[in-house]
Nanobody, 129 residues
Framework: QLQLVETGGGLVQPGGSLRLSCRAS????????IGWFRQAPGKEREGVSC?????????ADSVKGRFTISRDNIETDNTVTLQMNSLEPEDTAVYYC?????????????????????WGQGTQVTVSS
């Protein structure tokens, strides 16, 4: 069974950076698409970014140009990272990574939570001065 563990959350000032990691329990994760979602208090969970098994990427409009997803280390340690720069208070949320067996040619719309069958426990990101 595929298990995911997120690390790297914390408290950061506005304008700062954090690097989240999502590590999978099995080597076969390289055949999955890995997505990052976030959920702020009182709000629905939303898709932030995703990278397919073929390297196709998706970013929500709110994070484009600030966040970068990478699967460079997926062959060595089963890890996908999310580099978050220029963080804003609005980025405060619990961040979750999730795995999907769907690997599209492109992402034409928002991420669909139902496409992701395995989820991590989440890591808190707080952006505050």
């Amino acid at each position: 069974q595929l298990q995911l563990v997120e690390t790297g959350g914390g408290l950061v000032q506005p304008g700062g950076s954090l690097r989240l990691s999502c590590r999978a329990s099995v080597y076969s994760v390289k055949y999955y698409s890995i997505g990052w979602f976030r959920q702020a208090p009182g709000k629905e969970r939303e898709g932030v970014s995703c990278i397919s098994s073929r390297g196709v990427t998706y970013y929500a409009d709110s994070v484009k140009g600030r966040f970068t997803i990478s699967r460079d280390n997926i062959e060595t340690d089963n890890t996908v990272t999310l580099q978050m720069n220029s963080l804003e208070p609005e980025d405060t949320a619990v961040y979750y990574c999730a795995a999907s067996q769907w690997s599209p040619d492109n992402y034409s719309g928002d991420l669909n939570i139902a496409d992701f069958g395995s989820w991590g426990q989440g890591t808190q990101v707080t952006v505050s001065s």
